[in-house]
């Protein structure tokens, strides 16, 4: 199975190959339908491969969801202290995140499949303690995006809207871009950049000031 495009993001060690064809297998089959032989089949390689570096299923899928979000914590949550207004700095922070969502899609396709997994997944106690900590880093990635609009209201850079409102609905509007996105021959990282530009004129023009 090929690799989504410009997985840049992903270091090339034996550990994250294991990663990233198991990230691509959940994408496309679903958690419940993707087994560990799934997994090493998309390797080319045998089950034991796997099983070298992670136990179950469970914990493959958790090292997944846990990989795209720090992915999305370096990449795009870093630009919440950066220089400039508000606004400026959610600007960096929707393109980064947008960017992620192209050059990692098949992990950030994952963080979806964990959400339904922690809210309607019939797991052990222990799996649950972990879904809940991941929950939490990704409440703590939202919340970025929360203290932005927060700070762009009071600044004057963007509206006074309910911060907690404006950041559900602007990232729901980009990480759906993991979902339509697909990548044409030929395509260069700056030809993702150009798009993720248009993306953030879209549809951050209704918060600013």
């Not at 990692?104 to 994952?110: D, H, L, M, S």
Request: charged share 25%; proline share 3%; aromatic share 8%.
């Amino acid at each position: 199975m090929q690799a989504t495009a410009a997985n840049d993001l992903v270091s090339p060690d034996r550990r994250e190959e294991v990663l990233a064809a198991a990230a691509e297998c959940f994408m496309r089959r679903g958690y419940e339908a993707t087994s560990m032989d799934d997994v090493a089949d998309a390797l080319g390689a045998t089950k034991g491969r796997v099983y070298h570096h992670f136990r179950s299923k469970p914990e493959l899928f958790f090292e997944v969801f846990r990989r795209a979000i720090f992915i999305l914590i370096r990449e795009a949550g870093v630009h919440e202290t950066g220089p400039g207004h508000a606004a400026d700095r959610l600007r960096r922070m929707a393109r980064a995140h947008i960017l992620c969502m192209m050059e990692t899609q098949a992990f950030q396709r994952n963080l979806t499949l964990g959400v339904d997994l922690y809210r309607f997944g019939e797991t052990s106690a222990e799996h649950k303690a972990t879904l809940e900590d991941l929950m939490n880093l990704r409440r703590g990635y939202e919340d970025a995006f929360r203290r932005t609009f927060a700070a762009g209201a009071a600044d004057g850079s963007m509206k006074a809207l309910d911060p907690s409102l404006a950041m559900r609905t602007l990232l729901g509007a980009i990480n759906w871009v993991a979902v339509w996105y697909s990548p044409r021959p030929g395509e260069t990282r700056a030809h993702r950049e150009k798009l993720a530009e248009e993306i953030v004129v879209q549809v951050l023009g209704g918060y600013l000031a």
